[in-house]
């Protein structure tokens, strides 16, 4: 049993679990309170939440910024 919660517990991404519930809290006050600024903040923290997780953006996956894709090439001290 313990196997099977500690798989669970290292699969399990802790960033975007926290992201989501901070999300769900605006989106539900948003819902009682029909104060579409909450709502709003909450469906884009959502979104943001799911594709910073899908693409690792952001703190809590290694670093605070988004990681760069192209590397570019060295500069070249000898122009033509």
């Given amino acids: 049993m ?3 919660v500690k798989q669970i517990a290292l699969r399990t991404d802790w960033v975007l ?3 989501l519930a901070l999300s769900s809290v605006f989106i539900i006050e948003g819902y009682r ?3 579409n600024t ?3 903040i909450g469906i884009a923290l ?3 939440s ?3 997780a899908r ?3 952001g703190c809590g996956y290694g670093s605070c910024s988004v990681p760069r894709k192209a590397t570019f090439p060295e500069k070249n001290e000898n122009p033509i």
């Fill in 33 to 35: 309170k029909q104060a």
């Fill in 2 to 4: 313990m196997k099977y």
């Fill in 50 to 52: 799911i594709l910073a």
């Fill in 17 to 19: 679990l926290l992201r």
């Fill in 46 to 48: 959502a979104i943001y």
């Fill in 55 to 57: 693409f690792k953006w």
């Fill in 38 to 40: 909450d709502l709003s």
